[in-house]
């Protein structure tokens, strides 16, 4: 374990060691720093300085005659002290912007999540990953009841978020649209600004009073409203994954046991959801290396991960898992970027809640 702090050579090797590890994937030897090194330092005085740094625990050497490889440790103090971030190119840069335009006809939001995650994966070669937001957490803005062919009624829900579910239930009687109308205005003025847990909770509460029986519409409304809320009682959290064949190209993954656990761990679309949710309170990227990950499965490779937001709230998150020998100086910037993009995008869906609706409306009638 590391115990005294690095001096200035010690950064530098360090340094030095990680950047030609990630570029070649082969053990680093002290002849390749000294080539490079600024200060004219010697094979010999190089590999003292690793040694130093192997007794750290920064660094450790996998063969007796072999360079040195990067510990855990090592690229933690590289990610916390000795990374400079890279800025994206400005064709890489104009490649994003044309996905997640910053527009009021910007895509929907399941279409802006999916093109996030196809650039995660492809501007990384790693693998994309992507946390939807999370809907049952959501706070009602409005609740709509609209009428369908025979007898059927679409329930929208608008978050304060701008996000639009939608389910389409079948009542115990066939409702008119005047009655749908009222009951609409009914259960918004009951429910406006409660999540859906908090608004399950209200329904039944409700249901359970006299005065319910006594009150027709009312009645009607939060017969409606859990029909809709039973549908979505089982949701479980949506993680979007692309790139995981990048994987299979890496010589840190030529082992066919590893390969095997890595795609089970993919599989999994729960412990994705753990590790991603977790970086919901960060404000900006947050980086687990090997052994940092609360989950074995992951144990092998490096998730960097950031926030997205809407209206300053974060309501999602999205990043790339790779080996931990990857480009940290690049995709760090690169998580954050395109959590800023698809933060702005997703901001700029200002078209009208009345538009959202009806064009969901749409679509249901002609189904």
Do not use: W
């Given at each position: 374990?590391?115990?005294?702090?690095?001096?200035?050579?010690?950064?530098?090797?360090l340094?030095?060691?990680?950047?030609?590890?990630?570029?070649?994937?082969?053990?680093?030897?002290?002849?390749?720093?000294?080539?490079?090194?600024?200060?004219?330092?010697?094979?010999?005085?190089?590999?003292?300085?690793?040694?130093?740094?192997?007794?750290?625990?920064?660094?450790?050497?996998?063969?007796?005659?072999?360079?040195?490889?990067?510990?855990?440790?090592g690229?933690?103090?590289?990610?916390?002290?000795?990374?400079?971030?890279?800025?994206?190119?400005?064709?890489?840069?104009?490649?994003?912007?044309?996905?997640?335009?910053?527009?009021?006809?910007?895509?929907?939001?399941?279409?802006?999540?999916?093109?996030?995650?196809?650039?995660?994966?492809?501007?990384?070669?790693?693998v994309?990953?992507?946390?939807?937001?999370?809907?049952?957490?959501?706070?009602?803005?409005?609740?709509?009841?609209?009428?369908?062919?025979?007898?059927?009624?679409?329930?929208?829900?608008?978050?304060?978020?701008?996000?639009?579910?939608?389910?389409?239930?079948?009542?115990?009687?066939?409702?008119?649209?005047?009655?749908?109308?009222?009951?609409?205005?009914?259960?918004?003025?009951?429910?406006?600004?409660?999540?859906?847990?908090?608004?399950?909770?209200?329904?039944?509460?409700?249901?359970?009073?006299?005065?319910?029986?006594?009150?027709?519409?009312?009645?009607?409304?939060?017969?409606?409203?859990?029909?809709?809320?039973?549908?979505r009682?089982?949701?479980?959290?949506?993680?979007?994954?692309?790139?995981?064949?990048?994987?299979?190209?890496?010589?840190?993954?030529?082992d066919?046991?590893?390969?095997?656990?890595?795609?089970?761990?993919?599989?999994?679309?729960?412990?994705?959801?753990?590790?991603?949710?977790?970086?919901?309170?960060?404000?900006?990227?947050?980086?687990?290396?090997?052994?940092?990950?609360?989950?074995?499965?992951?144990?092998?490779?490096?998730?960097i991960?950031?926030?997205?937001?809407?209206?300053?709230?974060?309501?999602?998150?999205l990043?790339?898992?790779g080996?931990?020998?990857?480009?940290?100086?690049?995709?760090?910037?690169?998580?954050?970027?395109?959590?800023?993009?698809?933060?702005?995008?997703?901001?700029?869906?200002?078209?009208?809640?009345?538009?959202?609706?009806?064009?969901?409306?749409?679509?249901?009638?002609?189904?």
């Open positions: 374990m590391a115990s005294a702090p690095l001096s200035d050579r010690h950064r530098d090797v340094a030095a060691v990680i950047v030609n590890y990630v570029v070649t994937g082969q053990p680093v030897g002290s002849r390749t720093v000294s080539r490079n090194s600024r200060d004219g330092l010697s094979p010999a005085t190089i590999r003292n300085t690793m040694s130093d740094l192997e007794e750290m625990g920064y660094l450790y050497q996998p063969h007796t005659s072999a360079g040195r490889v990067p510990t855990d440790l690229y933690r103090y590289y990610v916390d002290r000795l990374m400079s971030e890279r800025p994206l190119s400005r064709r890489e840069i104009r490649h994003i912007r044309a996905a997640l335009p910053a527009e009021e006809e910007a895509p929907d939001v399941d279409d802006l999540l999916n093109r996030t995650v196809k650039l995660l994966a492809g501007l990384s070669s790693h994309g990953v992507v946390l939807a937001p999370r809907f049952r957490h959501a706070v009602l803005k409005r609740l709509e009841f609209l009428s369908l062919p025979e007898g059927r009624v679409l329930v929208i829900f608008v978050s304060q978020t701008g996000m639009v579910d939608h389910r389409v239930v079948s009542p115990r009687e066939r409702l008119s649209d005047t009655e749908l109308s009222a009951m609409t205005n009914l259960v918004n003025e009951s429910f406006q600004d409660l999540t859906l847990p908090q608004i399950r909770v209200r329904v039944v509460q409700h249901m359970s009073e006299e005065k319910a029986l006594y009150d027709r519409l009312l009645a009607r409304a939060l017969d409606l409203s859990s029909r809709y809320l039973a549908q009682a089982d949701d479980e959290d949506e993680v979007l994954v692309d790139g995981a064949s990048n994987v299979l190209g890496e010589p840190d993954f030529a066919v046991a590893r390969m095997k656990a890595l795609f089970r761990a993919f599989e999994d679309k729960s412990r994705l959801v753990d590790l991603l949710n977790a970086c919901l309170a960060e404000d900006r990227s947050r980086i687990l290396i090997g052994s940092e990950c609360p989950d074995p499965g992951f144990s092998d490779l490096t998730l991960t950031s926030p997205y937001r809407y209206r300053q709230q974060p309501v999602g998150a990043g790339v898992i080996p931990r020998r990857m480009d940290y100086d690049r995709l760090v910037t690169l998580v954050d970027s395109l959590s800023r993009f698809l933060s702005e995008a997703l901001a700029s869906r200002t078209r009208g809640a009345g538009e959202e609706t009806a064009a969901v409306a749409a679509e249901e009638d002609d189904a």
